[in-house]
């Protein structure tokens, strides 16, 4: 099914009056859907009813508003686990992708001694990963380590190998597509290394999700997180796939309470978020493949465009191996703030969204080598479902004429 199509709307969506969405919504320009993606107004319409009438808490057995709440989660956790094609029981909602990682990560090494636990990571992992393995590192003394990447964002596996020969009870916690930059990890030979040495493999799915299809069985992991928010569905429901078997991978739950979830996550369910999980993993699997094909299209356009018509500026990441609606470009010389600043109707950003108040440059540039002033020179554009060509063709002059502007005032 044609996105257009499916939302009553010419795909080609140019003219405002067609779109599902009020004019409001089309400015500025927004090509920052890495950060969070708009909700598809077909899953803001399923959710409706569970806000208003559908009010009942899917843990209460004894009546029908229970009944009612409790059969639409396990509606969700069903689709949940066919669009990732791992058992329904194999799913647990959590309230964000971060909280599915914290889970995996402080589970695991807060079950045994901290002496025999050891994480292995990369420096350009999402601060999900990276900021509990710094925190549990510290208070536990677990060792760690933070694998360096090369100038795509790739990890060296024959590292990896070195690293994972220790006779430590090992986690390695490396995502699937990178946030920044969109360079996609060769997941499957991570999770062949990584269980040849007895290690579990978390793979943080989040920018994969909806991008291009995920296999956990077929890939081989043991523990994946991802968001709803990233995939057009609504903001604060997240969720862990925790590989089963026998005996099943024990995880110490990061909220302990009413023993929802399992006993893996304590707390009543958001039945409206996981309604609209489900929705948005449904339609992902109908139009991942042409969605796909017609971002890259538009991502390819505004890219190839930038380079040959702005001197001086370049693509960071790998540009093959990559996420179809990423595009990370330098702009030499320039500040990438003033530059975004100048661009006023265009929504886009210098790095993630939970990084942009944070000092210095980004992390994931650095760690691929850029120095801090190149860093500083570089914008993300993250394309998505609901972007046009007659959109990215104005993103492609706004950014030719301010570019120009600003390096005729001296790049400030
Ligand atoms: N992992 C990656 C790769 C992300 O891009 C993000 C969000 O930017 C997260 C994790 C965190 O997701 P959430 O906002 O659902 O906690």
């Known amino acids: 099914m044609n996105i257009g199509q499916r939302l009553g709307i010419d795909s080609n969506r140019g003219d405002a009056s067609s779109s599902p969405w009020p004019l409001s919504f089309m400015q500025p320009i927004y090509i920052d859907y890495n950060s969070t993606t708009p909700t598809d107004p077909i899953i803001c319409g399923g959710i409706q009813p569970w806000l208003e009438h559908k009010f009942g808490n899917p843990s209460s057995c004894d009546h029908a508003w229970g009944w009612d709440a409790s059969e639409a989660v396990e509606e969700g956790r069903q689709a949940l686990a066919g669009f990732v094609d791992c058992a329904v029981a194999e799913i647990s909602f959590t309230s964000c992708a971060t909280e599915s990682i914290n889970t995996v990560i402080k589970g695991f090494v807060s079950r ?3 002496e025999r636990k050891k994480v292995i990571t990369c420096a350009t992992e999402h601060e999900a990963v990276l900021a509990p393995i710094r925190q549990l590192q510290k208070l536990t003394g677990i060792e760690v380590d933070i694998l360096p990447v090369d100038h795509m964002g790739h990890v060296d596996l024959s590292r990896l190998e070195t690293v994972l020969s220790s006779d430590k009870q090992m986690l390695v916690a490396l995502m ?7 360079t996609i990890h060769p997941v499957r030979a991570i999770s062949r290394i990584t269980h040849a040495a007895g290690a579990l493999f978390l793979c943080d799915i989040t920018q994969a999700a909806g991008k291009f299809p995920i296999d956990v069985r077929a890939d081989g992991i043991d523990f994946a997180a991802f968001s709803a928010h990233k995939m057009y569905g609504p903001k604060g429901v997240g969720a862990l796939y925790v590989r089963g078997g026998d005996p099943p991978i024990e995880l110490e739950p990061l909220i302990a309470g009413g023993g929802q979830e399992r006993g893996l996550r304590g707390g009543t369910l958001n039945v409206p978020g996981i309604v609209g999980f489900g929705e948005a993993c449904r339609i992902a699997s109908a139009v991942m493949a042409e969605e796909s094909g017609r971002v890259r299209k538009l991502r ?4 190839e465009a930038i380079l ?3 001197p001086d500026t370049w693509v960071n990441g790998d540009r093959v191996n990559r996420i179809c609606n990423t595009s990370n470009i330098g702009f030499r010389g320039v500040d990438a703030c003033a530059l975004i600043r100048d661009m006023h109707d265009i929504a886009c950003s210098t790095r993630a969204a939970c990084s942009s108040g944070a000092p210095g440059p980004s992390h994931v540039l650095k760690a691929i080598g850029l120095t801090d002033e190149d860093a500083y020179s570089c914008i993300r554009f993250s394309l998505g479902r609901f972007n046009t060509e007659e959109e ?5 002059h706004k950014v030719i004429r301010s570019v120009h502007k600003l390096r005729g005032q001296g790049g400030v």
């Open 392 to 396: 990215i063709d104005y993103v492609i």
């Open 112 to 114: 045994t001694n901290f």
């Open 176 to 182: 699937a597509a990178n946030n920044e930059i969109g």
């Open 308 to 310: 040959s018509e702005v």
């Open 300 to 303: 390819d356009r505004l890219e």
